[in-house]
């Protein structure tokens, strides 16, 4: 069966410095990978996604870039993180036989 | 582009009551999705709808879709406290991108 992973589960980061947050699909080959985020208390906006190695589509301008070094690796990152940055962050994965997008347990990041 | 806009965005009902929760979208959508949130949890698939007129169930949730009215419903019957949570709907921009509403966010009291 197919499995997300997506780590860390929570982070506290100050202002200025890097971030790195990474998630892996298990179970399945060429999905389609999708970074989100939520602030507190309002819906889900897409930041990335990526439809194979090395493909990524930015959906906001922003300070966070994405990569996908393997087919089911996708890594969100940060040069230097803004208080703006804070949220929880979701990566989503989706492909053959799933019609809706499957959602990772997310990160909550809080930039202080 | 499409915009998704759900109400209520609070619902505070009593158990055993029936409810509906309404989604909006602006633009032509071919799926219309529906998500559950629990509180600083992930979100959890409940429907996917592929057609006008696409009716689906699962326990005392039913969602529908009506393509020509771009609307869809969440409709609970006997509201239990576990159903409270937040749920959003979603439709689909292009192949990649879905367009999610701000969420409802349901409490059911004894």
């Known amino acids: 069966s197919q499995t997300i992973h997506q780590w860390p589960a929570t982070l506290v980061q100050p202002v200025g410095s890097p971030l790195s947050l990474e998630c892996t699909v298990e179970?399945?080959?060429?999905?389609?990978l999708y970074w989100y985020r939520q602030a507190a208390g309002r819906g889900l906006q897409l930041l990335f996604y990526?439809?194979?190695?090395?493909?990524i589509s930015s959906e906001v301008p922003q300070n966070l870039s994405a990569s996908r070094p393997q087919d089911r690796q996708f890594i969100l990152s940060s040069k230097k993180l803004l208080l703006s940055d804070s949220g929880f962050y979701l990566c989503?994965?989706?492909?053959?036989?799933?019609?809706?997008?499957?959602f990772g347990s997310g990160t909550r990041l809080t930039v202080v | 582009e499409l915009k998704v806009e759900q109400n209520p965005l609070f619902l505070s009902m009593q158990e055993g009551k029936n409810y509906t929760i309404y989604c909006n979208y602006s633009?032509?959508?071919?799926?219309l999705y529906w998500y559950r949130q629990d509180p600083g949890k992930s979100l959890e698939s409940l429907f996917v709808?592929?057609?006008?007129?696409a009716v689906k169930q699962e326990g005392r949730l039913m969602a529908s879709l009506d393509t020509k009215a771009r609307l869809s419903t969440l409709h609970i019957t006997a509201a239990v406290h576990d159903l409270s949570a937040t749920y959003f709907c979603?439709?689909?921009?292009?192949?990649?991108?879905?367009?999610f509403g701000q969420g409802t966010r349901l409490t059911i009291n004894p």
């Open positions: 989503a994965w989706s492909g053959t036989g799933r019609p809706a997008e499957t």
């Open positions: 179970g399945t080959s060429n999905p389609n």
């Open positions: 979603a439709g689909r921009q292009g192949a990649q991108k879905l367009v």
């Open positions: 990526s439809v194979g190695i090395g493909q």
């Open positions: 633009t032509t959508s071919d799926r």
């Open positions: 709808l592929l057609s006008n007129g």
